[in-house]
Protein backbone atom coordinates (compact mmCIF):
# COMPACT_ATOMS: atom_id res chain seq x y z
CA UNK A 1 0.00 0.00 0.00
CA UNK A 2 0.99 3.34 -0.46
CA UNK A 3 1.67 5.59 1.90
CA UNK A 4 2.76 9.84 2.53
CA UNK A 5 4.53 11.34 5.00
CA UNK A 6 4.55 14.37 5.81
CA UNK A 7 7.33 15.13 8.46
CA UNK A 8 6.22 18.79 9.65
CA UNK A 9 3.36 19.03 11.30
CA UNK A 10 3.85 23.08 11.73
CA UNK A 11 5.62 25.66 10.01
CA UNK A 12 5.57 29.62 10.25
CA UNK A 13 7.08 32.17 7.28
CA UNK A 14 6.68 35.89 7.69
CA UNK A 15 4.54 37.28 4.95
CA UNK A 16 6.48 37.79 1.65
CA UNK A 17 8.87 35.11 2.43
CA UNK A 18 9.61 31.73 0.61
CA UNK A 19 8.81 28.35 2.77
CA UNK A 20 8.91 24.80 1.53
CA UNK A 21 7.16 21.97 3.08
CA UNK A 22 7.86 18.50 2.52
CA UNK A 23 6.30 15.53 1.51
CA UNK A 24 7.53 11.84 1.00
CA UNK A 25 5.78 9.00 -0.43
CA UNK A 26 6.30 5.16 -0.19
CA UNK A 27 5.50 3.22 -3.76
CA UNK A 28 6.25 0.02 -6.02
CA UNK A 29 4.16 1.16 -8.73
CA UNK A 30 6.02 3.97 -11.71
CA UNK A 31 2.70 5.28 -12.99
CA UNK A 32 1.28 8.06 -10.69
CA UNK A 33 0.12 11.42 -9.79
CA UNK A 34 1.41 13.66 -6.70
CA UNK A 35 -0.90 16.49 -4.80
CA UNK A 36 -0.89 19.16 -3.34
CA UNK A 37 -4.11 20.63 -1.30
CA UNK A 38 -4.88 23.31 1.37
CA UNK A 39 -7.46 23.62 3.91
CA UNK A 40 -8.11 26.84 5.19
CA UNK A 41 -10.50 26.92 8.55
CA UNK A 42 -13.35 27.44 6.38
CA UNK A 43 -12.75 23.69 5.63
CA UNK A 44 -12.53 23.49 1.84
CA UNK A 45 -10.23 21.36 0.67
CA UNK A 46 -8.64 23.42 -2.28
CA UNK A 47 -6.15 21.76 -5.17
CA UNK A 48 -2.76 23.70 -4.98
CA UNK A 49 -1.14 21.73 -7.87
CA UNK A 50 -0.56 18.58 -9.54
CA UNK A 51 2.75 16.65 -10.39
CA UNK A 52 2.51 13.64 -13.04
CA UNK A 53 5.53 11.48 -11.70
CA UNK A 54 6.77 10.92 -15.67
CA UNK A 55 7.47 14.20 -16.23
CA UNK A 56 10.76 15.48 -15.02
CA UNK A 57 9.45 19.32 -15.25
CA UNK A 58 8.41 20.29 -11.80
CA UNK A 59 4.83 21.70 -11.86
CA UNK A 60 4.45 25.71 -10.97
CA UNK A 61 1.19 27.67 -10.43
CA UNK A 62 1.89 31.80 -10.19
CA UNK A 63 3.59 31.49 -6.59
CA UNK A 64 3.52 27.60 -6.11
CA UNK A 65 5.87 25.38 -7.16
CA UNK A 66 7.67 21.83 -6.08
CA UNK A 67 10.36 20.20 -6.36
CA UNK A 68 9.86 16.81 -7.49
CA UNK A 69 12.81 14.06 -6.95
CA UNK A 70 11.44 10.72 -8.51
CA UNK A 71 14.20 8.85 -7.23
CA UNK A 72 14.21 9.97 -3.84
CA UNK A 73 10.38 9.93 -3.68
CA UNK A 74 10.21 13.60 -2.64
CA UNK A 75 7.81 16.08 -3.10
CA UNK A 76 7.92 19.38 -1.74
CA UNK A 77 5.72 22.32 -2.30
CA UNK A 78 7.60 25.80 -1.95
CA UNK A 79 5.43 29.08 -1.72
CA UNK A 80 7.52 32.37 -2.55
CA UNK A 81 6.19 35.29 -1.72
CA UNK A 82 3.62 34.25 1.12
CA UNK A 83 0.46 36.28 1.93
CA UNK A 84 -1.60 36.09 5.13
CA UNK A 85 -4.56 33.78 2.65
CA UNK A 86 -1.55 30.98 2.62
CA UNK A 87 -2.63 29.96 6.32
CA UNK A 88 -3.56 26.95 5.86
CA UNK A 89 -3.29 22.80 6.75
CA UNK A 90 -1.56 21.95 3.52
CA UNK A 91 -1.91 18.30 2.61
CA UNK A 92 0.14 15.80 0.54
CA UNK A 93 -1.55 13.42 -1.76
CA UNK A 94 -0.91 9.96 -4.04
CA UNK A 95 -2.80 8.76 -6.54
CA UNK A 96 -2.14 5.73 -8.67
CA UNK A 97 -1.98 6.00 -12.52
CA UNK A 98 -3.71 4.11 -14.87
CA UNK A 99 -7.28 4.31 -15.98
CA UNK A 100 -8.60 3.50 -12.48
CA UNK A 101 -10.84 5.16 -9.77
CA UNK A 102 -8.42 4.82 -7.20
CA UNK A 103 -8.33 7.54 -4.34
CA UNK A 104 -6.24 10.06 -3.28
CA UNK A 105 -4.15 8.77 -0.48
CA UNK A 106 -3.03 11.79 2.33
CA UNK A 107 -0.29 12.92 4.44
CA UNK A 108 -0.99 13.59 7.59
CA UNK A 109 -0.50 17.60 6.52
CA UNK A 110 1.34 20.31 7.86
CA UNK A 111 0.08 23.53 9.43
CA UNK A 112 1.15 26.34 7.55
CA UNK A 113 1.40 29.93 9.56
CA UNK A 114 2.06 33.78 8.06
CA UNK A 115 3.54 35.87 10.06
CA UNK A 116 2.80 39.59 8.96
CA UNK B 1 -22.57 26.81 -9.32
CA UNK B 2 -21.83 23.87 -6.19
CA UNK B 3 -19.37 21.81 -7.77
CA UNK B 4 -19.93 19.15 -5.14
CA UNK B 5 -22.54 20.51 -1.99
CA UNK B 6 -23.11 18.45 0.83
CA UNK B 7 -25.83 18.66 3.65
CA UNK B 8 -26.02 19.29 5.95
CA UNK B 9 -23.13 21.63 6.75
CA UNK B 10 -22.77 20.81 10.24
CA UNK B 11 -25.14 17.83 12.22
CA UNK B 12 -25.27 17.37 16.23
CA UNK B 13 -26.71 14.31 17.70
CA UNK B 14 -27.42 11.90 20.51
CA UNK B 15 -24.96 8.24 20.82
CA UNK B 16 -27.45 5.71 19.61
CA UNK B 17 -28.86 7.48 16.66
CA UNK B 18 -29.34 7.00 12.84
CA UNK B 19 -28.34 10.25 10.81
CA UNK B 20 -27.75 10.76 6.59
CA UNK B 21 -25.67 13.21 4.66
CA UNK B 22 -26.40 13.68 1.11
CA UNK B 23 -23.91 14.48 -1.78
CA UNK B 24 -24.40 15.85 -4.77
CA UNK B 25 -21.97 16.69 -7.84
CA UNK B 26 -22.61 18.58 -10.90
CA UNK B 27 -19.12 18.27 -12.62
CA UNK B 28 -20.19 14.75 -14.71
CA UNK B 29 -17.81 13.13 -13.03
CA UNK B 30 -18.62 8.53 -12.86
CA UNK B 31 -16.37 8.33 -9.31
CA UNK B 32 -17.82 9.68 -5.75
CA UNK B 33 -15.32 9.09 -2.77
CA UNK B 34 -16.28 9.74 0.79
CA UNK B 35 -14.01 10.56 3.64
CA UNK B 36 -13.45 11.08 7.09
CA UNK B 37 -11.33 13.76 8.82
CA UNK B 38 -10.32 12.87 12.28
CA UNK B 39 -9.61 15.88 15.00
CA UNK B 40 -5.88 15.58 13.96
CA UNK B 41 -6.91 16.62 10.25
CA UNK B 42 -5.78 13.03 9.16
CA UNK B 43 -8.00 12.30 5.95
CA UNK B 44 -9.12 8.53 5.21
CA UNK B 45 -11.07 6.94 2.50
CA UNK B 46 -14.02 5.43 3.57
CA UNK B 47 -15.83 4.19 0.80
CA UNK B 48 -15.64 4.82 -3.99
CA UNK B 49 -18.71 4.09 -6.17
CA UNK B 50 -18.20 4.39 -9.45
CA UNK B 51 -21.38 4.83 -11.57
CA UNK B 52 -23.42 3.31 -8.69
CA UNK B 53 -21.45 1.02 -7.82
CA UNK B 54 -19.00 -0.08 -4.76
CA UNK B 55 -15.63 -0.27 -5.75
CA UNK B 56 -14.13 0.48 -2.46
CA UNK B 57 -14.95 0.02 1.51
CA UNK B 58 -12.04 0.53 3.38
CA UNK B 59 -12.77 -1.85 6.49
CA UNK B 60 -15.66 0.94 7.54
CA UNK B 61 -17.99 -0.26 10.34
CA UNK B 62 -21.36 -2.09 8.69
CA UNK B 63 -23.18 1.08 11.01
CA UNK B 64 -21.98 3.12 8.29
CA UNK B 65 -23.86 2.31 4.55
CA UNK B 66 -23.22 4.89 1.20
CA UNK B 67 -26.11 4.51 -1.45
CA UNK B 68 -25.52 5.73 -4.64
CA UNK B 69 -28.77 6.07 -6.71
CA UNK B 70 -27.30 7.82 -9.69
CA UNK B 71 -23.88 8.48 -10.16
CA UNK B 72 -24.39 12.06 -9.33
CA UNK B 73 -25.46 11.22 -5.86
CA UNK B 74 -23.90 9.94 -2.79
CA UNK B 75 -25.37 9.63 0.38
CA UNK B 76 -24.27 8.09 3.71
CA UNK B 77 -26.12 6.84 6.42
CA UNK B 78 -24.82 6.05 10.08
CA UNK B 79 -26.79 3.70 11.86
CA UNK B 80 -26.63 3.41 15.82
CA UNK B 81 -24.11 6.51 15.83
CA UNK B 82 -20.94 6.68 18.76
CA UNK B 83 -18.85 9.00 20.28
CA UNK B 84 -16.17 8.49 18.44
CA UNK B 85 -17.88 9.40 15.27
CA UNK B 86 -17.57 12.87 15.79
CA UNK B 87 -15.25 13.94 12.36
CA UNK B 88 -15.62 16.04 9.23
CA UNK B 89 -16.86 14.05 6.79
CA UNK B 90 -15.85 15.06 3.21
CA UNK B 91 -17.95 13.94 0.02
CA UNK B 92 -15.75 14.18 -3.22
CA UNK B 93 -15.80 13.72 -7.21
CA UNK B 94 -13.72 12.79 -9.73
CA UNK B 95 -13.11 11.25 -13.29
CA UNK B 96 -11.58 7.99 -13.90
CA UNK B 97 -7.64 7.93 -14.26
CA UNK B 98 -4.84 9.08 -12.29
CA UNK B 99 -4.59 12.77 -13.57
CA UNK B 100 -7.91 13.79 -12.16
CA UNK B 101 -7.85 15.80 -8.99
CA UNK B 102 -10.40 14.96 -6.50
CA UNK B 103 -13.07 17.75 -6.02
CA UNK B 104 -14.20 18.10 -2.52
CA UNK B 105 -17.31 19.20 -0.81
CA UNK B 106 -17.53 21.41 1.88
CA UNK B 107 -17.53 18.69 4.86
CA UNK B 108 -20.46 18.15 7.36
CA UNK B 109 -18.74 18.43 10.78
CA UNK B 110 -20.67 15.44 12.70
CA UNK B 111 -21.01 16.19 16.60
CA UNK B 112 -21.80 13.06 18.77
CA UNK B 113 -22.53 13.35 22.35
Known amino acids: AQTVTQSQPEMSVQEAETVTLSCTYDTSESDYYLFWYKQPPSRQMILVIRQEAYKQQNATENRFSVNFQKAAKSFSLKISDSQLGDAAMYFCAYRSGGSGNTPLVFGKGTRLSVIA | DTAVSQTPKYLVTQMGNDKSIKCEQN?????MYWYKQDSKKFLKIMFS???????INETVPNRFSPKSPDKAHLNLHINSLELGDSAVYFC????????????FGNGTRLTVT
Open chain 2, 49 to 55: YNNKELI
Open chain 2, 92 to 103: ASSHPGGNSPLH
Open chain 2, 27 to 31: LGHDT
